[in-house]
């Protein structure tokens, strides 16, 4: 039996991103009973509960505004290694999601390496490029990854781009790595074209389907609105622009609107944010196309959801977006005009052309990224050398 102790996702039930699903996925779809998973689980109180049949702690946190999340991994790999401890467990693994706590591991990772545990580590992406950090956070990450890295037994990295250049950046480390994707399901929305919910969001946005392309992902600089925006302002297609994000009237925003003047535009719309899951899917089917403009690091769910739901995907043309999508997209880069190009060609394809693109992509989810396979990958690293 192999105790496997799961640090720095919220926790499950699965209500935010993509280490919750990921950590909601591995868990509930577990096909061996020789692995005892230990899940950590942000909270306003300290308990444990059963969920996916695995066991979850709680683990309270102060509200202390950007250090949260870094004392929030640093209470539960505490709580970790006094469980270990207590429980006399062996050849435990502690699988921390993301490079949060650098600074402090060292005297941890002691601690473990006592206790016969493993420190396991998922990079993530690059943190420390995203602009939402100020330049002394941005400066923490990177110095967190550093040490994160430099102390962990294996990195689990979601991306190939991401593993080159851990293995380039820290070769002095001589860093072991592995590849493991993160996953997406091929299911179609159970959302039918007569549903209120739906036409009410339709009717609420002024939106017909299959006229719209479309955006989601988060409201910042590194994916790339301005470029998107200025490029489909400056193209021919009549068919609207759909962002769905979570916009909020800050300094970037401002920024966006005097530089491309996107409120002279009625095809540019700002439609909010999705939470519903499965109307989020039924947007994406019935989307005529989807730009991707992430260009920070690491495979995104919100690419692997988009082709496994749309047929046309236009993706910025950066190495994490082509070793996701291969052939079963159109690429774009940020030359003036290339984007304003690719949507005129787009809007001229024919429905055979189209039709083939999506099946091209949801091939690329079933072969490499379903989570069935993510899942099988996992257990077997998990149960190796066990």
């Given at each position: 039996m192999k105790d496997i102790f799961i640090i720095g996702s919220k926790g499950i039930p699965a209500k935010y991103?993509?280490?919750e699903t990921f950590v909601e996925c591995l868990t509930n779809?577990?096909?061996?009973k020789?692995?005892?998973y230990h899940v950590a689980c942000m909270a306003d109180e300290n308990s444990?509960?059963?969920?996916?049949n695995v066991r979850c702690f709680n683990v309270k946190v102060p509200k202390t505004g950007s250090?949260?999340?870094?004392?929030?991994?640093?209470?539960?790999?505490?709580?970790?290694?006094?469980?270990?401890?207590e429980k006399e467990i062996q050849h435990a693994i502690v699988y921390i999601l993301a490079c949060r706590i650098g600074p402090f591991i060292k005297k941890?990772?002691?601690?473990?390496?006592?206790?016969?545990a493993k420190l396991y580590l998922n990079p993530d992406g690059h943190e420390w490029k995203r602009s939402k950090w100020s330049y002394p956070i941005r400066k923490y990450w990177k110095i967190s990854e550093r040490q994160m890295v430099k102390h962990a037994d294996l990195l689990i990295c979601d991306s190939k781009g991401i593993e080159s250049y851990i293995e380039n950046e820290y070769s002095s480390f001589n860093p072991i790595s592995t590849f493991i994707s993160y996953g997406a399901n091929i299911s179609t929305s159970s959302i039918q074209d007569n549903n209120s919910k739906l036409l009410n969001w339709q009717s609420e946005n002024s939106i017909i389907p299959n006229n719209y392309y479309l955006i989601v992902g988060r409201f910042v600089p590194e994916n790339n609105?301005?470029?998107?925006?200025?490029?489909?302002?400056?193209?021919?297609t009549d068919k609207d622009l759909v962002i769905i994000t979570n916009v909020e009237r800050n300094k970037f925003y401002k920024k966006l609107l005097r530089k491309t003047k996107f409120d002279k535009d009625n095809r540019i719309k700002f439609v909010g944010t999705v939470y519903d899951q499965e109307l989020l899917k039924k947007i994406r089917e019935q989307a005529y196309g989807y730009f991707h403009g992430h260009e920070v690091g690491g495979t995104n769910p919100s690419l692997l959801e988009a082709l496994a739901s749309t047929k046309l995907n236009l993706l910025l043309d950066?190495?994490?977006?082509r070793e996701v999508g291969e052939d079963a997209a159109l690429y774009f880069n940020k030359e003036y005009g290339d984007l304003s190009n690719k949507i005129n060609e787009a809007d001229s394809m024919t429905k055979s052309q189209i039709e083939e693109l999506g099946n091209k992509a949801k091939e690329r989810i079933k072969e490499d990224y379903s989570w069935e396979k993510i899942v099988f990958e996992y257990e077997k690293l998990f149960l190796k050398n066990k």
């Amino acid at each position: 039996m192999k105790d496997i102790f799961i640090i720095g996702s919220k926790g499950i039930p699965a209500k935010y991103g993509g280490f919750e699903t990921f950590v909601e996925c591995l868990t509930n779809m577990q096909t061996t009973k020789e692995i005892n998973y230990h899940v950590a689980c942000m909270a306003d109180e300290n308990s444990e509960f059963e969920y996916n049949n695995v066991r979850c702690f709680n683990v309270k946190v102060p509200k202390t505004g950007s250090s949260k999340a870094v004392l929030y991994d640093i209470y539960a790999l505490q709580k970790t290694i006094r469980y270990i401890k207590e429980k006399e467990i062996q050849h435990a693994i502690v699988y921390i999601l993301a490079c949060r706590i650098g600074p402090f591991i060292k005297k941890y990772k002691v601690q473990l390496k006592a206790l016969g545990a493993k420190l396991y580590l998922n990079p993530d992406g690059h943190e420390w490029k995203r602009s939402k950090w100020s330049y002394p956070i941005r400066k923490y990450w990177k110095i967190s990854e550093r040490q994160m890295v430099k102390h962990a037994d294996l990195l689990i990295c979601d991306s190939k781009g991401i593993e080159s250049y851990i293995e380039n950046e820290y070769s002095s480390f001589n860093p072991i790595s592995t590849f493991i994707s993160y996953g997406a399901n091929i299911s179609t929305s159970s959302i039918q074209d007569n549903n209120s919910k739906l036409l009410n969001w339709q009717s609420e946005n002024s939106i017909i389907p299959n006229n719209y392309y479309l955006i989601v992902g988060r409201f910042v600089p590194e994916n790339n609105y301005e470029i998107i925006i200025r490029e489909y302002m400056n193209s021919n297609t009549d068919k609207d622009l759909v962002i769905i994000t979570n916009v909020e009237r800050n300094k970037f925003y401002k920024k966006l609107l005097r530089k491309t003047k996107f409120d002279k535009d009625n095809r540019i719309k700002f439609v909010g944010t999705v939470y519903d899951q499965e109307l989020l899917k039924k947007i994406r089917e019935q989307a005529y196309g989807y730009f991707h403009g992430h260009e920070v690091g690491g495979t995104n769910p919100s690419l692997l959801e988009a082709l496994a739901s749309t047929k046309l995907n236009l993706l910025l043309d950066v190495n994490f977006n082509r070793e996701v999508g291969e052939d079963a997209a159109l690429y774009f880069n940020k030359e003036y005009g290339d984007l304003s190009n690719k949507i005129n060609e787009a809007d001229s394809m024919t429905k055979s052309q189209i039709e083939e693109l999506g099946n091209k992509a949801k091939e690329r989810i079933k072969e490499d990224y379903s989570w069935e396979k993510i899942v099988f990958e996992y257990e077997k690293l998990f149960l190796k050398n066990k």
